[in-house]
């Protein structure tokens, strides 16, 4: 990087800044306040058919002051941390609070919730990498897929790495910093055929740099992906089993999630209103989060409020068994926050796992699902119907590729229909899961 990133000194600046905005808040008259400033520098390249596209130095920086007038809410932002921009700032948010409505939910997360318990989790790793190499790396990659036979272009490979420091104080006397890392590299290629051209790709992400995957083994797998959806037709219209990639199944869980999220809840935009304690899986499956879990992708002591964070489960034995709370939608659902400020930190399953060989031959008849497009999900119904593409599956065993279909079904329907969850975890993001075997969907092909 063109500069180096000093984590520590950039935590106390961030600290001092965030004080001296809760300090002039009280002092200019608001009831209470909270803040959150950050600061985060990358480097990003790109590379295509052997050459540099793009190199990218960012930095970005930003503090975000929120203050309550009684139950009165002002919001006010800024790029500039300096103490005339902050003074600026607070006096925009005290001004926006001076002429809101009231609003009975609005506040601070309760005093008593406020996280003690803030352990190092280990999700700062700094990549002393110079431009030279991260070219480099991105260079050995692609060159590694177009060297497989049958790739006929490249769309390149790309690899970023980046740090940033966090910093949330509030009225309650809370401060809690943290210092974070992402790194990742990326490539995706094309193939050709008599019947047309074919793309795909691959990818490692890790916090820390020396958990990514061979540049040349990412490159070799984006080839073999992008290689075998040569010569892809359509599959039969019907009914029947399909099988979610684990990239594929972890949008289902997001899709769960976002139904659980107390925002969607109190506004009556959820297909799982009012079921809680009400089966949705199979006995045997459970979802729980881990935000402490040592190096993980969104591992946090605290939420976006400074509430303690702490392993909930959200599915247990087929139920729902928890929603997803901050404070706000807390107190509008007459419950009490769950440490979700900002989301769910550290999916993970609960569930026997089978080998995907396993789930095929269960299958039997159907389609493995490896690719999606579309945003067909209704939130409200749960109503499922995307665009897709993968492989039909015949006698337990891949056939061929298929596209230009769709699948649809419920979501609710989906969940109860969960037949099985692959070993194939993939665990390059929050979500850790594997392929996803539902019994029946409608399938629209040929």
Request: glycine fraction near 12%; aromatic fraction near 6%; charged fraction near 20%.
């Amino acid at each position: 990087m063109a500069q180096a990133f000093d984590a520590t000194a950039q935590q106390a600046q961030l600290t001092e800044r965030a004080t001296e905005a809760l300090a002039l808040a009280k002092q200019l008259g608001a009831d209470a306040a909270e803040v959150g400033a950050s600061v985060d520098q990358g480097l990003g390249v790109s590379v295509r058919l052997g050459e540099v596209e793009t190199v990218e130095l960012s930095r970005d920086q930003g503090i975000a002051v929120t203050l309550y007038v009684g139950k009165r809410k002002g919001s006010a932002s800024s790029t500039d941390a300096s103490s005339a921009s902050i003074r600026a700032t607070v006096e925009k948010a005290l001004a926006i609070a001076r002429y809101t409505g009231e609003d009975p939910a609005a506040g601070l997360a309760e005093a008593e919730l406020m996280a003690t318990h803030l352990p190092d989790l280990k999700v700062h790793y700094p990549w002393a990498l110079s431009t030279d190499e991260a070219i480099d790396l991105a260079l050995r990659c692609e060159q590694a897929g177009r060297e497989v036979a049958g790739i006929h272009q490249s769309e390149g490979a790309s690899l970023s790495s980046g740090e940033g420091v966090r910093v949330y104080a509030n009225s309650h006397g809370f401060l809690g910093t943290q210092k974070g890392s992402s790194h990742s590299l990326s490539c995706m290629l094309i193939a050709q055929d008599g019947q047309g051209m074919q793309r795909d790709y691959d990818y490692t992400s890790a916090r820390n740099p020396q958990q990514l995957r061979h540049p040349e083994e990412v490159g070799r797998e984006a080839a073999a992906r992008t290689l075998r959806r040569l010569g892809a037709r359509r599959p039969p219209t019907g009914t029947f089993p399909v099988l979610f990639d684990p990239s594929l199944a972890s949008g289902l869980i997001g899709h769960l999630m976002g139904a659980l999220a107390g925002g969607a809840l109190y506004r009556e935009a959820s297909f799982l209103c009012d079921r809680l304690g009400s089966p949705l899986f199979p006995d045997w499956f459970g979802l729980e989060e881990r935000p402490l879990e040592v190096g993980a992708t969104a591992s946090s002591p605290f939420d976006a409020e400074g509430v303690q964070t702490r392993s909930n489960r959200f599915i247990d034995q087929g139920q729902v068994a928890s929603y997803m709370l901050s404070a706000y939608s807390a107190r509008r659902l007459g419950m009490q926050s769950t440490g979700n400020a900002g989301g769910a930190r550290n999916l993970r399953l609960l569930a026997p796992l089978t080998p995907r060989e396993e789930l095929l031959t269960q299958m039997g008849r159907g389609i493995w699902v490896t690719e999606l497009m579309g945003q067909g999900v209704n939130g409200v119904t749960g109503d499922y119907s995307r665009g897709a593409a993968g492989f039909w599956i015949e006698n337990g065993e891949v056939q061929y590729p298929i596209e230009e279909f769709t699948i649809a079904s419920n979501l609710n329907k989906m969940f109860a229909g969960l037949s099985g969850v692959g070993s194939d975890t993939d665990t390059r993001g929050s979500i850790h899961t594997g392929s996803w075997l539902i019994d029946a969907m409608t399938v629209a092909g040929s």
